[in-house]
Structure formats: C-alpha cells, structure tokens
C-alpha cells in the first residue's frame, strides 16, 4: 500500500509540475510572444530546471501543443455547430459574431502575440494550423452559408481578429456595437 501512495503523490508532483510549465508558457506566450519565449524563460517562470522541462517536454514543439492545448481547453474557440440551427441568416450572423468577438475579447493580449508572431515563425504556423484553422474554418463556412460573393469577403474582414481590436480598441464601440456595424456592412 505504501508503494501505491507513493507513486500516486510522485504523480501528482509531475502533474503539478506540468501545469506550472504550460501555464508559465502561456503567461509569456501572452506577454512577449512565443517566438520571443525561450526554454530558459519558461524554466525561470516555472519555478524549475531546464532539465525538468525538457523531461515533460522535448522540445518547443511539445510546449507549443501544450500551451495551445490548454489556452483551449480554458476557453474553447466559439462552436460553429451551434450556430447552424439558427435559421434567419442576420441572426445566426450577430449570434456568431458576438461570440467571436468576445471570444477575442477574453484573449486579446495571447491572440495579439501569436498573430503577430505566426507571420514569421513556422513553430506557430503549425500550431495555429493544427488548433485554430479547422475552427475558423468553420466560422466561415456556417456564418458564410447563403453569402453572395460580395460578401464573403466582408465576412473574412468581420472574422478577423485585428478587425475587432480595431473596432473595439481603436473606434471603441461596444461589442454590440461591433457586431451590429459589421452585420450591416456584410448584409447591408
């Protein structure tokens, strides 16, 4: 009995110490960026050796899927699924763009860094690819359903994230307000 209560509270030290790792990255992740995170940074944060990371995580890849990992397990990319059974199109479009933008809205400063560093750095182009893209993807397809061709590209400019930091930091409408200037600008 002895060994099993042992090996339980050795578990459950890794595991603590795992989730210092992944939420120090996603601290930096959001401060600096991931591509200006570095091992000996998230080692620093974490309270642990750089051995003790590379033991939980080879290399940057496996911190990269960590982080994105548990940034969506916090809080989920908005689900397109829900938005299909919403039947009046200018509806389902507020709906989902509302959840959009406050999805944006809770992780800005993450958002912020990653977008700017998946421009050049291929480790983030792969992760936002793996995690993000299908999502997206889907954002576009359901809020897209029945759009003519004039306005697909409206709903692209809608959906992206520096649409919303614009309309919500730079011309500081509310989210509603957001939303209600972007439906009409797509559905006129």
């Known amino acids: 009995m002895a060994r099993t209560y042992t090996l339980k509270r050795r578990a459950e030290g890794q595991a603590e110490t795992r989730r210092r790792i992944v939420e120090a990255a996603v601290d930096l992740h959001s401060t600096v960026g991931p591509a200006a995170t570095s091992i000996s940074m998230i080692a620093e944060k974490a309270g642990v050796q750089r051995h003790t990371l590379y033991a939980h995580f080879p290399d940057e890849r ?3 899927m960590a982080c994105s990992g548990h940034s969506l397990e916090q809080d989920p990319l908005p689900d397109a699924e829900h938005w299909r059974a919403i039947a009046d199109p200018r509806e389902r479009l507020r709906v989902g763009l509302r959840a959009v933008y406050d999805w944006y809205a809770r992780n800005e400063n993450l958002l912020a860094c990653v977008l ?7 480790p983030v182009q792969e992760i936002m690819a793996l995690r993000y ?4 993807a889907a954002w576009h397809d359901v809020l897209g359903a029945g759009l003519s061709a004039k306005q697909r590209p409206l709903l692209a400019l809608a959906l992206s994230y520096h649409t919303w930091r614009t309309l919500a930091r730079e011309a500081r409408l509310t989210q509603a307000a957001a939303v209600k200037a972007m439906a009409e600008a797509i559905l006129g």
């Open 62 to 64: 496996a911190v990269l």
């Open 116 to 122: 700017r560093d998946v421009q050049h750095y291929a």
């Open 133 to 136: 893209a299908p999502g997206i």
